[in-house]
């Protein structure tokens, strides 16, 4: 009963922080704070999708990547699959600007994909000692495919038409679209929606994968071709948000983290909380960046308000599972 | 109903671990799988639970089916595992871990109930895992193998014992007793002879991957063939009625 009603409370508390969340959102523009009239709420509601949308993705994401490495440290920004993700939709850009349109056809959705499994991939092949799965050097690898693939993105960068380097600059630099492009926002929300599915489907197979492998083997979990999907899902949600929002740190991270203390270890509530949660993140992260002044016009990248926030808390569960011997 | 095991092989990358094993043990029955450190006895189980996921060749058949060639689900419907060091990487509670028994294939309240109360870990279940002794957590991990299980199943336990006080030892070799007694195969490696000579109706030897012996506890438990095969020398003490085997000092010269 006890354990019944906290849950009741965390999903309430979870609920009314996303709808906190949107309500800020709409009522913060680029001249401040103001009751929207139904034309500015039409207006905002592009952007609100947007960060929707790729926050989600980040969310989930994270989630299943943190059940993959049994990692709770993992994430699409830490092991580098943003950047992966980033670097493959910049040379796709490039080779729109270079005469090949079709590269680029579907808003950059595939080649985000491939580039974030790709980082993925490597990731886990060089974080692996003696055949496991080790912490720190995953975490390595990470840092490593993401410092290789964010200077490759910058010649990439240098190598664009002038015209449209500067675009392709605020993108790389997290940018949430008031008026997104409707592919990759209705592709990222079917892609979403399709995700969550399965991941709520899988929910008790990812509790199964917590334990060794050969016991996970033995709870009934066809562990080979859980992991191979939940890489090509990650990875794809990752590319989603990247496409739509550029490469966005620590929401897929910190997400998961809050999910898990306010609902507990179990994926049936994890796989639900963590994309709500990662939305309402993003989401907060872009009302918040329009409440904070600059010198001149300019306004904040959404990136560095969430690395802002979600940086300590990294740094705060990285301590923790040193601790733990992890 | 029985488990046959036909020329079984199988490779950690290109070393041979086990070496075309061929035995077979009834339902109703408790097989200690000894042998020194490095000799197969986990790799021989890991393969006959279908969890070995490297190169293995041969057949292992119980109920009619194969179980090298069954898909995850059916295997989980007949074998219940514990390997030889339980991983639990998330933040569950004793109740949680017991819980995963079902998973993937479904397994009603009443199951885990027993199960709990068979380990006798009700006061652990709230709990958080992690925070559990080594020998409660293998309860909790034991019990978690109950729920799985369906009495007349197949039982594999790797060193269950290996962190547990004597009293946990006690309690667990007794509830592996009742397990067998209702019909079921109890298939349980040992490092511990004491124990596998009071727990087990049969002994299966292993070294340098083949099998060097199997039968019933007393024929194969002996102390000569013991101390050949150890390296150390065996007495048994205590009078017949609980037979230990335990390591008598030898003088060193020199």
């Known amino acids: 009963m006890t354990i019944a009603r906290s849950r009741t409370v965390a999903w309430f508390l979870i609920i009314a922080v996303a709808a906190l969340a949107i309500v800020l959102r709409l009522m913060l523009g680029a001249r401040g704070w103001a009751w929207p009239t139904p034309d500015i709420v039409d207006l905002r509601l592009g952007a609100l999708a947007s960060a929707t949308v790729a926050g989600a993705s980040l969310g989930l994401s994270g989630a299943l990547l943190q059940a993959l490495l049994r990692n709770p440290l993992a994430s699409p920004f830490v092991l580098g699959l943003s950047s992966g993700a980033g670097l493959a939709v910049s040379v796709g850009a490039l080779a729109a600007s270079w005469g090949a349109a079709w590269v680029m056809a579907d808003g950059g959705m595939v080649a985000a994909t491939i580039g974030s499994a790709l980082a993925l991939i490597v990731v886990v092949a060089a974080g692996r000692r003696h055949g496991a799965i080790d912490p720190v050097t995953l975490l390595l690898a990470g840092v490593v495919v993401a410092s290789v693939a964010g200077a490759l993105t910058i010649l990439v960068q240098y190598l664009m038409p002038p015209s449209s380097r500067g675009d392709l600059m605020a993108w790389a630099m997290g940018r949430i679209p008031e008026l997104p492009e409707r592919v990759p926002l209705v592709v990222g929300a079917a892609l979403l929606a399709a995700s969550s599915w399965w991941s709520v489907v899988r929910a008790r197979w990812l509790d199964a994968a917590c334990t060794a492998d050969d016991e996970a083997m033995s709870l009934g979990v066809d562990l080979p071709a859980l992991r191979w999907r939940l890489v090509v899902l990650s990875g794809a949600l990752a590319g989603s948000s990247v496409v739509l929002c550029g490469p966005i740190a620590f929401v897929g991270f910190v997400a998961p983290h809050v999910a898990r203390l306010m609902l507990g270890a179990g994926h049936r509530g994890l796989v639900v909380a963590s994309p709500v949660l990662g939305a309402a993140l993003l989401i907060a992260a872009d009302a918040l960046r329009l409440a904070v002044p600059l010198p001149g016009a300019g306004k904040l990248p959404v990136a560095v308000v969430t690395a802002i926030l979600g940086g300590p808390i990294f740094l705060w569960v990285l301590r923790r599972q040193g601790g733990r011997g992890a | ?254």
Request: hydrophobic fraction near 50%; charged fraction near 20%.
């Open chain 2, 1 to 254: 109903m029985s488990l046959l095991i036909d020329a079984l092989s199988v490779w950690h990358g290109t070393r041979e671990a086990v070496r075309g094993v061929t035995v077979s043990a009834a339902a109703g029955r408790i097989v200690a799988v000894i042998g020194r450190n490095g000799s197969g006895k986990s790799s021989l189980v890991r393969a006959v639970a279908g969890v070995h996921a490297g190169r293995r060749s041969g057949a292992v058949v119980w109920r009619g089916g194969d179980l090298m060639t069954s898909s995850a689900v059916n295997r989980a419907r007949s074998v219940a595992y514990v390997a030889q060091r339980p991983l639990v990487a998330a933040d569950f509670t004793a109740r949680e871990v017991i819980g995963l028994a079902g998973a993937v294939v479904p397994r009603s309240t009443e199951h885990v109930e027993r199960a709990i109360d068979a380990l006798a870990v009700r006061e652990l279940v709230d709990r958080p895992f992690a925070a559990l002794s080594g020998g409660e957590q293998q309860r909790v991990v034991l019990a978690r193998a109950f729920a799985q299980h369906d009495l007349g199943g197949l039982l594999i336990l790797d060193e269950p014992f290996s962190a547990m006080d004597l009293a946990e030892q006690h309690r667990v070799a007794g509830a592996l007793q009742c397990l067998a007694s209702a019909g079921s195969l109890v298939l349980v490696v040992l490092h511990d002879l004491a124990l596998a000579d009071a727990l087990a109706h049969e002994v299966w030897w292993m070294e340098a991957g083949r099998l060097r012996a199997s039968g019933p506890r007393e024929s194969v438990l002996s102390e000569a063939t013991l101390g050949s095969g150890f390296g150390v020398a065996f007495e048994r003490v205590g009078g017949s009625l609980r037979p230990i085997v335990a390591p008598r000092c030898e003088p060193t010269t020199g």
